[in-house]
């Protein structure tokens, strides 16, 4: 085992005992944030369309009333399954004439405030891509123009525009450009760190060659460029800042007169959160077949792997041939490489490979030609883990690993490029993509065993100084790219290092994936934009690890180092729940965007785009699995390794995608979904001679986005707050639907796991599970407090995405996974289920059943502060640590079901928090602190105890609200029947939704003396009022089963007058209604039973309101009525309840 005496601070900040919706971390975060970012304010309110504007609009959408068009802000955002004719012979010219005749579509702007932008411009999806950026005075707004598909036949398809109000520029230049570098120099200077010598002996050798890589953006080269920060257009100066101390390439934009700092991000690109190369060969095989050692994937991970980090061999020992390893010969490698490769200068067709780390050895066997290390024997050495610092020829895999890796990738995306493109285009031309390409004819950097550059230690007299200074838990990649002399630039240097707390990142195959598109895709694609340019930049990379590799998940090898394992066990986390860096499998929701501490983590948000283009493709396989295509051989490089349709069409459309995106700025998941659609029409249209068609695979591509809460009426983030949808087209929505599924059944099979099974569907090639909390109609995350989602659409059908299975007809859910892993144990077993079934119809597309019956399990969740007592002892206050024990006690006269949760929801003294939290949650501002009992309690039995910490630093006098909840038992439900299920919604004004939820329970008593009876139908009438903010109310019924049939209760809302509104009469006893309410006026919901005999039923009214201050819900839907109000005296060291607040 490595000796690890200690660790990064970061780690423990990093690693909450439980996973929650708002504090999941990956393990290990050295990069994330290491200066702040500043991003120009998106605070931009247009002024309303005019009549010119609002005429456009509609006359475009009258010729195309097929066409999705879409608005932002009250401008035209984009619009595609159009066709309009442009003459021209030039791109650029067809593009100028669109502009000038299509003025009043881009707010009043011509073609004079626009000029062509031939670099990210090209020749692609069967046509041109082009790209014109606006300018005011001759210079460019950033990220502000118009992109175009226009097809060979010179007609415009699809269009995407982001332009500034064309007003005067508020500033004048008064700073030069050396004194916006001066600004920028200061800056960072204030964020420079004291580092020791022994530490910059080891830095400074890798921040020459970090510089060298950079080739001319190691110097800032300034560019003028106008912004939009607010609803100012401002002149600045832009460029990139290479620092050393603090680490990074900072993109700066300083304002050209003040001297302020507008924006500031660091371009270095991270696997975790966080050089003109004059090579000439061809990398053929010279006069020397060279050969070498690898793990396609990466080692073995085995108990001894992850318990002593010791790399097996086949027979079970440590000193054979490793398990896994594979013997190759080496392609597009330099005969060079027999000399240079001795001290590990690696170059080839595809990859340049050096190596940062100043204790390795020599490597003699590169002059004969072998990278060999399946043993230990003369001049080989068998690759280790549990040594990272001693010099060793082993050291070498590192280089050799990364060589074949990004040979294998380069070697892919030239395949999909070229020879796999021309089977579509049938040589015609370059087909769909354009042969050259970022690194089609220029290797890729790549720097092995870089030394801590993100964050350096500064102990010396550390025993683990070397080892944390030399081991990085982490790669990156610098995708650097800017217009200079009239050329584009492009630098895309990669780095990778060996790992402290981490096994070698090197030696996992979907790492340089991972860092490698980084590299050769953001040229391609822009991600321009803040907050969401840079998570779709992590998101794709993931993505071409997941699909080159075959595998949905990342970064699998580094976290399952034993001394990672050793540091979580010792943090009270189980080590099995880190199974890889990220997945593809992350059920993650656009409602939880900026969600990692409540703030936006760019690896994080990706996970929600890669999530829905994952699920994308699974569902293409699923529907086209022949093996009538291929890939490149990862051992060979020859076109051999069989695929399916699926995997050629969505690989297909996913590289459209990032063209598309090249014209579009700044990038967001919306655009990056309407990327997709556009390419996916452009590649695969369903009706060639029909040139406003959709694509074949238009409404499977709108059904996964719109689960992601990526739907119809989405918009991008506007002042922090992203508007959620799950709303599909009418197209769509309309497609044949399969029979519903039957016979939905949820039962709690284990202390963490809820097993939902049903009927399979015939021809279904898959289903869709949804669920919510028993009887809400509320999203499943309701919001960041203070940063609350807008939600776009005006019907919801009240149930959540959860996931979609092929080829089975039962999940289990272990609640939300995020990231690292799959779910880490259910957080409530008071959810109900409904399950979809999907089929392919004839004309390709597919179609979504209705949602099915409601199945719910035997356990709800029940409020009992009311009906438990408290058992306090040990109170302590040390060193600003106000902490004591806590047990409870069931007073009440029914068992209470565990878990048992007891939330901190409120502490009236703001400087004071929760510390020891299970969710990692503070108590405060809305981030409930939960302390779980894992237990239940009988009548008068008392729990475990449980020991709460309190930062207190003042010993204040505070107090602090809880609320307790467990569950009471009940009868199963199974689903049967529909549930209403609706699909499309009219878009809804930007507001934040909060909710207000009250519960009712009783019993339908047929004939009963104190019900009334109407037609001979018993009926229970509640009552409520509408809240002064509320402007609708969704009412939920459900009920238990008491007798053998199945109660059959039906459901109205009624207003004052005893009209209905709104009335629900499915079969079964889940129903729900739902309209809109005046303030101040009684409604009420009723509640009829039909021949039943006794029927309990639970009757949930969640009122809409717009006022906080009218919610009773918290961030996880919630309902925070119903708390306990506890004192600390820090006189008398007591901690007492004082009331019940209802």
Not at 219 to 231: A, G, L, S
Not at 879 to 891: R, V, Y
Request: with cysteine.
């Amino acid at each position: 085992m490595k000796k690890r005496t200690l660790i990064y601070a970061a780690v423990a900040a990093a690693l909450p005992f439980v996973a929650s919706a708002s504090k999941v971390h990956a393990p290990l975060d050295t990069s994330s944030h290491r200066i702040a970012e500043i991003n120009l304010t998106d605070n931009v309110v247009n002024p309303p369309a005019n009549s010119l504007f609002q005429m456009a609009l509609d006359q475009l959408q009258t010729t195309f009333p097929s066409s999705t068009l879409r608005t932002a802000n009250g401008h035209l955002d984009s619009v595609f399954g159009i066709g309009i004719d442009v003459s021209g012979t030039s791109p650029e010219q067809m593009g100028y004439d669109f502009i000038s005749r299509h003025s009043a579509l881009l707010g009043g702007l011509s073609d004079g405030d626009f000029v062509f932008n031939p670099h990210r411009s090209k020749s692609a999806l069967g046509g041109h891509l082009v790209r014109f950026d606006q300018v005011i005075d001759g210079v460019k707004i950033k990220d502000r123009g118009v992109g175009l598909l226009i097809d060979e036949s010179q007609v415009v398809r699809a269009l995407f525009a982001d332009t500034a109000i064309n007003t005067p520029i508020a500033n004048t230049q008064v700073l030069s450009a050396n004194s916006a570098i001066s600004v920028a120099t200061a800056d960072l200077a204030s964020y420079k760190r004291a580092l020791p010598i022994e530490a910059l002996d080891v830095l400074n050798p890798a921040f020459s060659q970090i510089e060298k890589s950079l080739g001319i953006f190691a110097k800032p080269v300034p560019q003028k460029v106008v912004v939009q920060d607010n609803n100012e257009l401002k002149l600045a100066w832009k460029f990139f800042y290479y620092s050393s101390n603090p680490f990074g390439v900072f993109e700066y934009v300083i304002d050209a007169q003040s001297g302020d700092i507008l924006a500031r991000n660091d371009r270095v690109r991270t696997i975790l959160p966080t050089g003109e190369n004059e090579v000439t060969q061809t990398g053929q095989i010279g006069l020397v077949q060279q050969t070498a050692d690898y793990f396609p994937t990466f080692p073995p991970i085995t108990p001894s792997m992850q318990s002593e980090c010791l790399i097996e061999d086949d027979a079970g020992g440590y000193t054979g041939k490793p398990k896994g390893m594979e013997r190759i010969n080496l392609r597009k490698f330099d005969d060079s490489n027999l000399v240079t490769g001795v001290e590990g200068l690696l170059t080839g067709k595809h990859a340049l490979i050096e190596s940062a780390m100043l204790t390795k050895g020599p490597f003699p066997q590169a002059a004969t030609g072998t990278y060999h290390f399946s043993e230990d024997a003369a001049i080989e050495a068998r690759p280790v883990e549990d040594d990272h610092v001693t010099p060793s020829t082993a050291h070498h895999i590192d280089g050799i690993s990364q060589f074949i890796y990004i040979t294998t990738l380069l070697e892919y995306l030239d395949y999909l490029h070229k020879d796999g493109d021309a089977v579509h285009s049938r040589g015609v031309g370059d087909g769909s993509f354009p042969n050259s390409y970022p690194n089609e004819a220029v290797p890729l950097t790549g720097v092995v065993h870089i030394p801590n550059v993100l964050d350096p230690p500064d102990n010396p007299a550390d025993p683990e100084f070397m080892a944390k200074l030399l081991g990085l838990d982490n790669a990156f990649a610098v995708p650097l790219s800017q217009e200079i002399a009239g050329e584009e630039v492009v630098v895309n240097p990669t780095a990778y290092g060996h790992g402290y707390l981490f096994n070698n990142l090197a030696m996992d195959f979907s790492v340089p994936i991972h860092e490698g598109t980084h590299a050769t895709i953001t040229p391609i694609a822009g991600f321009e934009g803040e907050p969401e340019g840079g998570a779709l930049n992590e998101g794709q990379a993931d993505l071409w690890a997941y699909t080159v590799g075959e595998t949905p998940d990342l970064g699998t090898y580094p976290v399952n180092s034993c001394d990672l394992r050793k540091f979580l066990r010792e943090q009270g986390v189980n080590p099995d729940s880190f199974e890889f860096i990220r997945s593809a499998q992350s059920q993650i929701r656009y409602s939880q965007l900026g969600t990692r501490d409540n703030a936006f983590e760019v690896h994080r948000d990706g996970e929600i785009y890669a999530g829905a283009m994952w699920d994308l493709r699974e569902l293409m396989v699923a529907l086209q699995p022949r093996q009538d295509f291929v890939r490149p051989d990862p051992v060979t490089g020859d076109p051999t390794q069989e695929t399916s349709l699926g995997k050629e069409t969505w690989e297909r459309i996913f590289l459209g995608s990032m063209y598309v995106l090249g014209i579009s700025a700044p990038d967001t998941f919306v655009r990056a979904r309407d990327a997709v659609l556009i390419a996916d029409a452009a590649l695969y249209p369903t009706d060639p001679l029909d040139l406003t068609s959709p694509g074949r695979h238009h409404a499977l591509i709108e059904r996964v986005f719109a689960a992601r809460e990526l739907g119809a009426n989405a918009k991008a983030p506007l002042g922090g707050r992203q508007t959620i949808s799950t709303a599909v087209s009418e197209f769509t929505a309309t497609q044949a639907k399969p029979s519903t599924p039957d016979a939905i059944d949820a039962h709690i099979i284990s202390d963490d796991a809820i097993e939902i099974t049903w009927e399979t569907v015939p021809d279904a090639i898959a289903y869709q599970l949804l669920k919510r909390k028993k009887g809400s109609s509320a999203r499943l995350f309701t919001g960041v407090p203070t940063r609350e989602y807008f939600d776009g659409d005006l019907t919801f059908s009240g149930f959540t995405h959860v996931e979609f299975i092929v080829g089975d007809n039962r999940y289990i859910d272990k609640g939300q996974g995020l990231g690292r892993g799959a779910g880490q144990g259910i957080d409530s077993f008071d959810y109900e289920y409904v399950v979809r079934a999907i089929s392919l119809n004839p004309n390709q597309q597919v179609g979504f059943s209705n949602m099915s019956g409601i199945a719910s399990t035997g356990l709800n969740t029940v409020d009992v502060s009311d009906q438990v007592d408290y058992k306090v002892g040990n109170v302590n206050y040390n060193n600003g640590i106000f902490a004591f024990d806590i047990a409870l006690i069931n007073t009440g006269d029914e068992r209470i079901y565990g878990p048992v949760d007891f939330d901190i929801t409120h502490i009236s003294n703001g400087s004071i928090t929760v510390l020891n939290a299970d969710n990692g949650g503070t108590g405060k501002n809305g981030d409930i602190a939960r302390f779980r009992f894992d237990q239940s309690l009988d009548v008068d039995r008392t729990s475990a105890l449980r020991y709460l910490k309190f930062d207190n630093p003042n010993g204040k006098l505070f107090t602090f609200q809880a609320r307790i909840s467990g569950y009471e038992a009940g009868a199963s439900s199974t689903g049967i029947g529909e549930t209403p299920t609706f699909d499309t919604s009219e878009p809804k004004e930007q507001s934040v939704v909060y909710h207000n939820i009250e519960e009712h329970t009783g019993v339908v008593l047929i004939g009963a003396a104190d019900e009334a009876l109407v037609d001979g139908v018993d009926y229970v009438d509640i009552p409520f009022t509408a809240l002064p903010s509320a402007s609708s109310v969704v009412a939920t019924l459900s009920a238990d089963v008491e007798v053998v049939a199945v109660p059959d209760l039906d459901f109205e809302l009624l207003d004052a007058e005893g009209n209905i509104m709104a009335s629900s009469g499915n079969l079964g006893s889940n129903e729900q209604v739902g309209g809109g309410i005046v303030p101040g006026e009684t409604y009420r919901v009723r509640v009829n039973g039909w021949a039943n005999g006794p029927t309990s039923y639970r009757v949930v009214i969640d009122q809409f309101v717009s006022d906080i201050n009218d919610a009773n819900v918290d961030q996880n839907g919630n309902a925070t009525t119903g708390t306990v109000t506890f004192e600390f005296n820090p006189v008398t060291g007591k901690v007492m309840p004082l009331n019940l607040i209802n």
